[in-house]
Each structure stands twice: as C-alpha cells, then as structure tokens.
C-alpha cells in the first residue's frame, strides 16, 4: 500500500498473479506478473521465479512501485535494450504499478535478432499483464454504520443500487456494515443515509483504504 502521505485518488495494478507461455521461433517465453507493494517484495518473486525455473537461459524482470517513484529493469544477459526495457515499456504503456514482471525465457537454438527480441518480451509481458487482471483502484473513506432490522433493507437497497462496496456485514442486535466509498462520494451517501432512516442510523467515518473500481456487487443479504 502507497503511504499515506502519497495516496493518490486512483490508480491502476494488477489484480493477482498470472502467467503467459508463448514460443517465438523454438524459444519459449514464460511471463511471471505478481502485485507488489515494495521493492523487496518484488526482488523476492524473481528470486523464487529463478529458483522455479533454474536451468532457464535468461530471467529478465521490470517493475514499478508506487507512482513510478521505483522502477528497474534488468536484461539478464540479452543484448542491451532488448529485453528488460522493452517490458517495462509495456508495464508503461498500460499505467499500471505496484507489480513485478519476470519473463523466463528458454533459448530455442534460432536467433531472434534485436526486434524479435523485442517483440517477444513486449508480447509476453503483455499477455501476462492481461492474465494478472489489470484493475482500477480507487481511495475509499472506510463508514461503519449500525442500523436496525426493519430498517436494513431500505439501507441495502441504496447501497447496492448506487454500486457502494460492501466490506463486511455483521448481524448482531443491530446491522453493522462496512462500506467502502468513493472519498468525494462519502459526504453525500452518509447524508443518504441519514436522510432514508429519518436520523435513526451510526455512521462514521474510520480512515481511508483502496478498493476496485466496478467490482461487482452480489446481494448483500
């Protein structure tokens, strides 16, 4: 998670890991995506994608942390300008951030030359890309509020059909519910709320997280 002081109202990632095989020419490219939150974290997965595949002929990596504030490539032995910078172009050119990128490539015995070179690495970290599932994060204020039984289904309903996340729902003499809400939406749903309940809602606000944009929302109930 970006520190506070850095939160931006939105940003792009991937959504969890994913892999991409592809063969250009009898060589095998194998594209490794993973979210990571630091640069430790993203050296560690390409030490674990190199001890996966330890007789591979190249492990090239890119990632980006935060809003580009950290970003590396390294082309693992393949001709400068081939490899890692291509994939981080990619990582680039899809605003993405917070992730690692390693493509493993087993050599095939034909040369790709340097725009085949290229085009392999950009394609397969491409591809990767798309498996990880590149979301739109957005900065939500966290409101808790506890609300009575009967009226419960009037405040679902407006939750649900104004596309809030809903993190946790808890039953107990009363309804307690976590949402998660746009930050410049939270003023105007709290007063929503009020409005619906004719003042006979808690709500709070309790900091600040990241959810996915346009995830969508299931019944709560």
């Given amino acids: 998670m970006m520190a506070k002081e850095q939160m931006v109202q939105q940003y792009r990632t991937v959504e969890h890991s994913g892999q991409a095989d592809i063969e250009e020419k009898k060589s095998r490219f194998i594209a490794d995506v993973k979210p990571a939150q630091s640069a430790q974290q993203a050296l560690a997965f390409i030490d674990e994608i190199k001890d996966k595949y330890p007789d591979a002929t190249h492990h090239v990596y890119a990632y980006i942390i935060g809003n580009s504030r950290i970003q590396r490539y390294n082309d693992d032995g393949e001709p400068s300008g081939t490899a890692g910078i291509p994939v981080l172009e990619v990582i680039k050119k899809e605003q993405v951030q917070d992730l690692v990128v390693v493509v493993t490539r087993y050599f095939g015995g034909t040369l790709l030359g ?102 969508q929302q299931k019944k709560i109930t």
């Fill in 114 to 215: 340097t725009g085949g070179l290229v085009r392999a690495y950009a394609k397969s970290a491409k591809q990767g890309l798309d498996a990880a599932h590149i979301v739109t994060m957005v900065l939500s204020d966290v409101v808790k509020l506890e609300v009575s039984y009967p009226l419960w289904g009037k405040v679902e309903n407006e939750i649900i059909s104004m596309g809030y996340q809903v993190d946790t729902v808890q039953y107990h003499e009363l309804v307690r519910a976590t949402i998660l809400i746009e930050t410049k939406k939270a003023a105007l749903f709290i007063k929503k709320m009020v409005s619906i309940t004719n003042n006979r809602v808690t709500i709070n606000k309790e900091g600040s997280r990241y959810y996915i944009q346009n995830r």
